[in-house]
C-alpha cells in the first residue's frame, strides 16, 4: 500500500543530495521506519525520466518498481515511510530533492 500526504499541507524542512543521475548509478535513503529505499537512473524518453526503485533493506537491490521520475512527485512513489520530492527533473544539474515523511 502507497503512503501519501497532501504536498500543500507538509512542512518539508529537510533535503537529500543525490548525485547526477547516470545509468547505473544507485541513490539510497534511509526512511524513517528504518528501511532502505534505492532508486537508479535508467534513460530518458519523450515521456521522461525513467527509474528504477528498489527495497535494499535486507543488503539487497529487490527491484520493486519501474516509473517515471516527476517533479512534484515523490521519486519513490509512496512505496515506502519516506520519500524524496525532486523540484524539477532530476536530470537537471539545480534539481532538489525533498525529503518528505509519511
Do not use: H
Amino acid at each position: 500500500m502507497s503512503n501519501w500526504k497532501d504536498i500543500n499541507n507538509v512542512n518539508i524542512t529537510t533535503q537529500f543530495s543525490f548525485p547526477t543521475p547516470a545509468k547505473g548509478t544507485k541513490s539510497s535513503i534511509q526512511c524513517k521506519d528504518g528501511k532502505i529505499a534505492t532508486w537508479e537512473y535508467d534513460s530518458t524518453d519523450e515521456n521522461g525520466d525513467k527509474i528504477l526503485i528498489y527495497n535494499s533493506s535486507s543488503g539487497q537491490n529487490i527491484q520493486i518498481a519501474y516509473v517515471y521520475a516527476m517533479p512534484g512527485r515523490d521519486i519513490f512513489c509512496g512505496l515506502f515511510a519516506t520519500g524524496a520530492i525532486p523540484s524539477l527533473s532530476i536530470t537537471n544539474s539545480t534539481c532538489i530533492y525533498y525529503r518528505i515523511d509519511y
